[in-house]
């Protein structure tokens, strides 16, 4: 029960990441606020895990203030945010449009900002807190036809290192987690396609996908006071990816 009683705010947790993050804080006995704009999605991972829905739209200033005032007002205190919503936008970079690019980074990078400040400044009345920012090797490695996002998530994790340090002196840390390929519902749809799967299993030498589950356990970590030195790191969880300089062989089947 490394998180036992601490109340937590995890945005898109309504699948995938979010959701796995959710499960594994309920189960080291946080209380969750469930925070999704997707209603029914949030709904239901708020029934299942007998934790607290709130909707919100995570670029929008209002919706994450009213967010976070309603999450005070039930529990009187806020120890740990997730900023896992996200969205994605495959596009050649001559056909990107404006609008595709400033909805990822309204979503992926202001949102972040947006929910993290809000957060901040009731962890500075507390004296304490930890923010966790859902990053990407993607931060730092390129995908062609990814700019927005990697532009994004290289945002999160300059945002992570400035908050840290301007926030240590209050008590509040600040870390981030750069996921490789993760078996969330939308990667299981591309692993069915034998190409795809070889091309990602061949840029990870463990030479599988991540779990969410993973993820999720690297999250608890940084929430707990397990991590009570570490601020203004990312820690990549990728199956060795990022020191990868070559391809790996993959198993067929």
């Given at each position: 029960?490394?998180?036992?009683?601490?109340?937590?705010?995890?945005?898109?947790?309504?699948?995938?990441?979010?959701?796995?993050?959710?499960?594994?804080?309920?189960?080291?006995?946080?209380k969750v606020?469930?925070?999704?704009?997707?209603?029914?999605?949030?709904?239901?991972?708020?029934?299942?895990?007998?934790?607290?829905?709130?909707?919100?739209?995570?670029?929008?200033?209002?919706?994450?203030?009213?967010?976070?005032?309603?999450?005070?007002?039930?529990?009187?205190?806020?120890?740990?945010?997730?900023?896992?919503?996200?969205?994605?936008?495959?596009?050649?970079?001559?056909?990107?449009?404006?609008?595709?690019?400033?909805?990822?980074?309204?979503?992926?990078?202001?949102?972040?900002?947006?929910?993290?400040?809000?957060?901040?400044?009731?962890?500075?009345?507390?004296?304490?807190?930890?923010?966790?920012?859902?990053?990407?090797?993607?931060?730092?490695?390129?995908?062609?036809?990814?700019?927005?996002?990697?532009?994004?998530?290289?945002?999160?994790?300059?945002?992570?290192?400035?908050?840290?340090?301007?926030?240590?002196?209050?008590?509040?840390?600040?870390?981030?987690?750069?996921?490789?390929?993760?078996?969330?519902d939308m990667?299981?749809?591309?692993?069915?396609?034998?190409?795809?799967?070889?091309?990602?299993?061949?840029?990870?030498?463990?030479?599988?996908?991540?779990?969410?589950?993973?993820i999720a356990?690297?999250?608890?970590?940084?929430?707990?006071?397990?991590?009570?030195?570490?601020?203004?790191?990312?820690?990549?969880?990728?199956?060795?990816?990022?020191?990868?300089?070559?391809?790996?062989?993959?198993?067929?089947?």
């Amino acid at each position: 029960m490394r998180l036992k009683d601490r109340v937590a705010v995890i945005t898109g947790a309504g699948q995938g990441i979010g959701l796995a993050c959710a499960e594994a804080f309920v189960a080291e006995g946080a209380k969750v606020v469930i925070a999704e704009i997707d209603e029914a999605k949030g709904r239901a991972a708020a029934e299942k895990l007998g934790q607290r829905f709130i909707a919100c739209d995570v670029g929008t200033k209002a919706s994450v203030d009213a967010m976070i005032a309603q999450t005070m007002a039930q529990f009187g205190r806020l120890d740990v945010v997730v900023n896992n919503a996200a969205v994605i936008k495959a596009a050649d970079i001559l056909d990107l449009t404006e609008e595709d690019f400033d909805r990822v980074l309204r979503i992926n990078l202001k949102g972040g900002f947006l929910v993290s400040q809000a957060a901040a400044r009731e962890m500075v009345k507390a004296g304490r807190g930890a923010i966790i920012n859902m990053s990407s090797v993607n931060g730092v490695l390129t995908i062609p036809n990814q700019l927005a996002y990697n532009v994004a998530k290289g945002g999160m994790n300059q945002m992570t290192r400035n908050m840290a340090v301007a926030l240590a002196a209050r008590g509040i840390r600040v870390n981030a987690i750069g996921p490789g390929s993760i078996m969330t519902d939308m990667l299981k749809t591309v692993m069915n396609d034998e190409a795809a799967r070889k091309m990602i299993l061949s840029r990870t030498p463990m030479g599988r996908c991540g779990e969410p589950a993973e993820i999720a356990a690297v999250a608890v970590f940084l929430a707990s006071d397990e991590s009570s030195y570490i601020t203004g790191q990312c820690l990549y969880a990728d199956g060795g990816r990022l020191g990868l300089n070559y391809t790996v062989p993959v198993a067929e089947g």
